[in-house]
């Protein structure tokens, strides 16, 4: 989430991002803010993305190639 919240050009939004994955409910938080701002489509992107990287490097292990669509 912090990675996420990084990536936000726009500084009051990235602000309130990161003030809202501060302590305990920070999941709720977080997931209620960007579902508020639209951001849920961006947040689900960076997510898929990020959990592509160890799949795609442990079937590389394998040897198996993996397209990268």
Request: hydrophobic share 50%; aromatic share 12%; charged share 25%.
């Amino acid at each position: 989430m912090a990675e996420f919240a990084a990536m936000i050009k726009y500084l009051p939004m990235r602000q309130r991002i990161e003030h809202a994955i501060e302590g305990l409910g920070a999941f709720h938080r977080f997931r209620d803010l960007i579902y508020a701002e639209g951001l849920a489509s961006d947040w689900q992107a960076f997510s898929d993305s990020r959990r592509m990287i160890p799949a795609r490097d442990f079937l590389a292990e394998l040897g198996v190639r993996v397209s990268a669509s």
